[in-house]
């Protein structure tokens, strides 16, 4: 949340002539509702499992730029499907700078009820880490501007290798 995963993801897919793709719109348009509305009215476990959903309604497509939210790898599913046609890019950015971007926080669930959001957003990041360590590429956006951060992502994904074909 905040590190550009949207605006970057529609720069490289124009850039490249891809489709963008964005799995909240997704489940979104699935439900019939916004992501916060889903949170509150069905909780967070039936939106993870409609995220799993969508992402496995990609597999089969190619030449798509897709960004998820930030639980998408903390499934390992996810990541199983992602992979199976997709280099994994993970942005990132410092918790005072994500904070500063997501405003106005109540259209963040994992936010709005927070009574320290910068703590809440810490604490996410550090609960996700682990699952954030099977990005192929990790990209920090904190500092960069959007031209910026598309150039260093395009460069990664060039020189990328996969470790594991399968």
Known sequence: MGTGKTLLGQMLAQRWGWRFVDTDALVEQKVGCSVAQIFQRFGEEYFRQQETEVLRSLENLHRLVIATGGGVPTRTENVRSLRRHAVIVLLTA?????????????????????????????????????????????????????????????????????????
């Open 94 to 166: 410092q918790p005072e700078v994500i904070l500063q971007r997501v405003q106005p926080i109540y259209t963040r669930p994992k936010l709005a009820s927070a009574p320290d959001p910068l703590a809440e957003i810490r604490r996410l990041m550090s609960e996700r880490e682990t699952a954030y360590a099977c990005a192929d590429i990790r990209v920090d956006t904190s500092t960069l501007s959007p031209e910026e951060a598309v150039e260093r992502i395009e460069e990664l994904v060039r020189g990328w290798k996969p470790t594991n074909p399968t």
